[in-house]
């Protein structure tokens, strides 16, 4: 039984190869888009588990390939970047994508973070439940948010599963090292940063969140 979908996006073909290989001998069924117009085309008629998304590509670049992905799906996206700059990574996060790795990475590094997001979306949450905070509904079972004005907020992956954690442990301060050991929830390489880029994620899609930055500590979901 396959373990799931991957769709790569990205031009090379030796990193193509050498990922297909190694996916499948896992038990991955393996898609391969050449630029973001065929990953998308596809995605929408073919939805798959996971996509990885080279940020260099011939056409569309990777970060407006996400920006489109995100106006029709949340499947989970890793971004892979050559070059080795915040910016990027940073901008990548912001439109959405919810993991980034640094080229060259190994594909066992690659791997165990794909696993690490499909588990985290299979994870059979124990009586999914609501959680409200100043009329903010958090729903669990549905992933979803819906605001005091009766909007209803879809996060990404890893945006929802952030906000789950912050929820759970309301009224506590929470450092941003807790909070990447606890969301990203495997030995992640990443920096502190990228929780502050959900952070802002978060409050920009859902205002409403009294969602506090502690000063020399990291975060806290008040009410
Ligand atoms: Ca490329």
Redesign the pocket.
């Known amino acids: 039984m396959s373990k799931g979908t991957v769709l790569l996006v990205?031009?090379?073909d030796a990193?193509a190869d050498m990922l297909r290989g190694f996916f499948e001998r896992d038990g991955f069924r393996f898609l391969h888009a050449v630029t973001g117009e065929e990953a998308i085309a596809r995605l929408r008629t073919r939805p798959v588990n996971v996509v990885l998304l080279?940020?260099?590509?011939?056409g569309i670049d990777g970060i407006d390939v996400c920006r489109q992905i995100r106006g029709f799906s949340a499947v989970p996206v890793i971004m892979?970047t050559?070059r080795d700059e915040e910016v990027d990574k940073i901008v990548g996060l912001e439109v959405g994508a919810d993991d980034y790795v640094t080229k060259p990475f190994s594909p066992r590094e690659l791997l165990a973070r794909v696993r690490a997001v499909l588990r985290r979306i299979d994870e059979p949450r124990e009586a999914p439940k609501v959680i409200e905070i100043d009329g903010v509904e958090i729903d669990g079972g549905r992933r979803e948010v819906r605001t005091p004005d009766g909007e209803v907020i879809r996060p990404t992956a890893r945006e929802f599963d952030l906000l789950w954690y912050l929820a759970e442990n309301r009224g506590l301060a929470l450092s941003r090292a807790q909070i990447l050991s606890a969301v990203w929830g495997y030995d992640y390489f990443g920096e502190t940063r990228t929780v502050d880029v959900h952070v802002r994620q978060l409050r920009k899609k859902i205002p409403a969140l009294p969602l506090e930055t502690v000063w020399g500590v990291g975060y806290r979901l008040d009410g």
């Not at 080279?54 to 011939?58: E, F, V, Y």
Request: hydrophobic letters at 45%; charged letters at 35%; proline letters at 9%.
């Open positions: 990205e031009d090379e990193i080279d940020l260099n590509l011939p892979l050559a």
